[in-house]
Each structure stands twice: as C-alpha cells, then as structure tokens.
C-alpha cells in the first residue's frame, strides 16, 4: 500500500465498521467497570475473526479494561495484554476470568449479611482510608464504603472472588462521591445527591453476577473456560512479552492530548492503596503532560511539521505532543518485537486538532510503523457512534468542552484502523517518514 500521500480525511467511512446499532459493551463482562475510550468489542470481534486463527495468541500492550482479551477468550484465543494502570489490570483479570456461579452466589449473600451489621457509631466499623477520600466522599458514605473494603478484603481463601467485589466497589465509587460524572476531569460537583454506597454496591455486584454466570456458561459450553489469557502490569515499551511469540496484536493507544487515566481512577487507586502519591503515577503513563522531556525531535517528518506548528502556540503542549509520538515509536518497536514473522498489528487511532493545529495521529502512526519495520496492509475508517471519549473541544482554550458552549469543536468525529504486517527480513526506513 503507497502511504506517501494519503490524504485519510478525504476517504470515505466504511459502514461496515460503524456498528451503529450494537450495544455490545453490553455482552458478557463487557460492562463491569465505566472506563474512558472504551474499545467498542464487535470492532475487537471482527479484528479477531478477520486476522487470527485458532492457536493463534492475541496481544494488547495498551490492554485498558481488557476488550480485546475478554473476545479473544469468547473465540478460544489464547490471549495476553499490558497495562501500567493497577486498577485496568484488576478490571481485566475480573472480566477474563469467570467464577462459578453458585460459589460466587454464596459469597455475596455472606457479603450482604455483614453490611446488615454496619453501624456508623461503633469504632470497630471504622477503616483508615486516604486522606483524600474524605476531600471526595461525604462521611457517611465513606465509612460505608470502607466498610465494604474490609469485609471484601476478608475473603482470602478465594482471590479471584475477592477480586470480583473489588471491581464491583470500584466501579460504583463515582455515583456514591461528590465526583461530577460528567466532567472528564476530576471536580466536585455541588449539587450532586450522593447514592447509598450499600445500595449501589449490591444492584452492581447483582448485575456483575448475571453477566459472569453468562460468560461461564458461554465458555464452559465452547470448551474455552481455560483458555489462557494474561494481563500483566507494565510498560507497552518493555512488556517483557517473549519475543517472536504473537500472531496479531490488537490495541488502541491512549489518543493524544485525551485523559490523564491517573486521575480518573483516582478513587480506586487510593482507596486500594495502589500509590500513595498520584503524581508519581502519573508519570508513567504514555500520553500524559507530566512525563514531559524537553525533546522536540521526532523522526517522522509528519509529527516533526505537527509539533512545530503547536510549538509557536503552546510549547507545553507541543512537548508533550512530541513527547507522546517518541513514546509510541518505542512501543511500535516493542511489538515489532513481540510479533512473530508475518504477525500482524491491528491499531485502532482517531485524529484531532489542538489550538486549531491538525494532529494526524493515524499518519504518524503509518510513518511510525514503516520505520519500525511493518508493511501497511490496510487502513480503514469509520465513524465512531458509540465510544467513552471526550468529543468536544473548545476552539479558543482547546479544553475538552460540553456540548452547549459556543466555541465547541467536534474532536473525534472518526477514527481509523491501521492493519500492518510484520516484515520477514526487517528493512530499516531513514527516519525521514513522508511528506
């Protein structure tokens, strides 16, 4: 495929990628846990039946809340996935693997008998938490809520069970906080009506029960219960994957300029004592403006012109932009590495403008992979009518926006899936990239 001159903008969508009527977050342990930029999982499920066969092992260094290694389980596809957020890896080692009903069934009701106990007043009830907590939860809400932590924390014989009332409390941290839901950054909201955290934990759990006995009724009859599948805490540019041992990956990387994942899960990281400080979390996560250098060379001539235009409006901006594409260079390397000989890699990425400069994420990304190595196969539109993303920026400040402000501009009206295949013989690029 000739990348020199794509001009993606001017492609049409492909309808048979839009999904626009699946709900399919729905399925299975799809909806467990509210996380942003959500892979939408028939897209997962038409990569995996286009580009994988049986045997086959399924990669995804940017593993998220585990879509890609929930469906490559729901097709008997031995799976592993990365990721630097602890609390993506709790979620997706619940989601992956189904406990049997009938014992989760008994937990839970030992679990409900004990909130019967909880009386705000007896010392005994009361559980240290972060400090930060209390600038979150109101007090009555936050005992309730470490109440629940303790008693989830008593189950040791069964982690896996354990790790299921985990998911099922951290997911319903934000309705029970004074945390604004609709805001993608974190703020009080003042007028908010908290919900009961025992309420919302047991509608929750009842509601993760029935997806999980579903998908171990799915699996057990498909044979596919033990299917190997891995999620590992780490960097997608070392993920400590042995090399030359994946068919295909699957993933789709932090977009730029999008979220600080550090602080939208900032209840669960400290209420589970993850890290003490978010500040140092944050700087391991790919994307983010607090794992700023000074660098503002890239090797794609693409990124090069893209970080110079945001360089002369804001230079913060444009060193976390550069520092953003040298970082996916690494773990385009990384997978390149991971891949067996004609592996494929399937990135799904969108495009957007800051400060009314275009970043054409998806064609750095081409440049990217052909320097690394890849062969570009195919690259595909589609519109995106489903995803947990900001889509609003306002043109003046470029702050992601709601939908009524005057100076709203649409951010990720499309994205594109970059399919590119792994070179036999690597053939090193110059690190010109393409006009």
Same mark, same amino acid.
């Given at each position: 495929?000739?990348?020199?001159?794509?001009?993606?903008?001017?492609?049409?969508?492909? =309808?048979?990628?839009?999904?626009?009527?699946?709900?399919?977050?729905?399925?299975?342990?799809?909806?467990?846990?509210?996380?942003?930029?959500? $892979?939408?999982?028939?897209?997962?499920?038409? %990569?995996?039946?286009?580009?994988?066969? =049986?045997?086959?092992?399924?990669?995804?260094?940017?593993?998220?809340?585990?879509?890609?290694?929930?469906?490559?389980?729901?097709?008997?596809?031995?799976?592993?996935?990365?990721?630097?957020?602890?609390?993506?890896?709790?979620?997706?080692?619940?989601?992956?693997?189904?406990?049997?009903?009938?014992?989760?069934?008994?937990?839970?009701?030992?679990?409900?008998?004990?909130?019967?106990?909880?009386?705000?007043?007896?010392?005994?009830?009361?559980?240290?938490?972060?400090?930060?907590?209390?600038?979150?939860?109101?007090?009555?809400?936050?005992?309730?809520?470490?109440? /629940?932590?303790?008693?989830?924390?008593?189950?040791?014989?069964?982690?896996?069970?354990?790790?299921?009332?985990?998911?099922?409390?951290?997911?319903?941290?934000?309705?029970?906080?004074?945390?604004?839901?609709?805001?993608?950054?974190?703020?009080?909201?003042?007028? *908010?009506?908290?919900?009961?955290?025992?309420?919302?934990?047991?509608?929750?759990?009842?509601?993760?029960?029935?997806?999980?006995?579903? $998908?171990?009724?799915?699996?057990?009859?498909?044979? $596919?219960?033990?299917?190997?599948?891995?999620?590992?805490?780490?960097?997608?540019?070392?993920?400590?994957?042995?090399?030359?041992?994946?068919?295909?990956?699957?993933?789709?990387?932090?977009?730029?300029?999008?979220?600080?994942?550090?602080?939208?899960?900032? /209840?669960?990281?400290?209420?589970?004592?993850?890290?003490?400080?978010?500040?140092? /979390?944050?700087?391991?996560?790919?994307?983010? %403006?607090?794992? %700023?250098?000074?660098?503002? *060379?890239?090797?794609?001539?693409?990124?090069?012109?893209?970080?110079?235009?945001?360089?002369?409006?804001?230079?913060?901006?444009?060193?976390?932009?550069?520092?953003? $594409?040298?970082?996916?260079?690494?773990?385009?390397?990384?997978?390149?590495?991971?891949?067996?000989?004609?592996?494929?890699?399937?990135?799904?990425?969108?495009?957007?403008?800051?400060?009314?400069?275009?970043?054409?994420?998806?064609?750095?990304?081409?440049?990217?992979?052909?320097?690394?190595?890849? *062969?570009?196969?195919?690259?595909?539109?589609?519109?995106?009518?489903?995803?947990?993303?900001?889509?609003?920026?306002?043109?003046?400040?470029?702050?992601?926006?709601?939908?009524?402000?005057?100076?709203?501009?649409?951010?990720?009206?499309?994205?594109?899936?970059?399919?590119?295949?792994?070179? *036999?013989?690597?053939?090193?690029?110059?690190?010109?990239?393409?006009?």
């Amino acid at each position: 495929m000739n990348t020199k001159n794509i001009r993606l903008e001017r492609r049409k969508a492909d =309808p048979e990628w839009h999904f626009k009527n699946v709900r399919s977050v729905e399925q299975f342990t799809h909806g467990y846990h509210r996380y942003p930029a959500k $892979f939408l999982p028939n897209l997962v499920k038409k %990569l995996i039946e286009k580009y994988t066969k =049986p045997n086959d092992t399924i990669a995804d260094v940017f593993a998220g809340c585990g879509t890609t290694l929930v469906e490559a389980k729901v097709h008997g596809r031995k799976s592993i996935g990365v990721d630097i957020n602890p609390v993506a890896e709790l979620i997706t080692k619940v989601k992956t693997n189904p406990i049997e009903p009938a014992i989760l069934q008994k937990q839970f009701e030992k679990l409900v008998k004990r909130m019967e106990s909880f009386n705000i007043n007896d010392s005994h009830n009361r559980t240290k938490t972060h400090e930060r907590l209390d600038y979150w939860f109101e007090h009555k809400n936050k005992n309730k809520i470490a109440f /629940l932590k303790q008693k989830i924390s008593n189950i040791r014989k069964k982690p896996e069970i354990k790790a299921f009332f985990q998911v099922s409390l951290s997911h319903i941290l934000k309705n029970c906080s004074r945390w604004l839901q609709s805001s993608t950054k974190p703020q009080i909201d003042p007028n *908010k009506s908290t919900i009961d955290p025992f309420k919302a934990f047991t509608s929750h759990a009842e509601l993760m029960m029935k997806k999980n006995a579903d $998908f171990y009724v799915y699996l057990e009859k498909k044979g $596919f219960l033990d299917t190997e599948c891995e999620i590992k805490l780490g960097d997608a540019k070392d993920t400590k994957i042995e090399s030359n041992s994946v068919a295909t990956i699957i993933t789709s990387p932090p977009y730029v300029t999008s979220y600080e994942y550090a602080d939208i899960h900032q /209840l669960t990281t400290y209420l589970f004592n993850y890290t003490k400080d978010i500040a140092s /979390l944050r700087k391991k996560f790919i994307g983010t %403006l607090f794992s %700023l250098n000074q660098n503002l *060379k890239c090797n794609s001539t693409r990124a090069q012109r893209i970080v110079n235009k945001l360089s002369k409006k804001d230079n913060r901006i444009a060193k976390e932009v550069a520092n953003y $594409f040298n970082d996916m260079q690494s773990v385009i390397k990384e997978m390149y590495r991971i891949l067996r000989d004609d592996g494929r890699v399937c990135v799904v990425i969108g495009n957007t403008t800051f400060h009314d400069v275009k970043i054409k994420s998806t064609e750095v990304f081409v440049d990217l992979l052909t320097l690394s190595g890849f *062969k570009i196969v195919n690259i595909i539109k589609r519109s995106i009518p489903h995803k947990l993303i900001p889509t609003i920026r306002d043109k003046k400040t470029g702050k992601f926006a709601k939908m009524d402000s005057d100076n709203n501009k649409l951010v990720y009206p499309d994205e594109y899936i970059i399919i590119a295949k792994k070179n *036999k013989t690597r053939k090193a690029r110059s690190h010109h990239g393409y006009n």
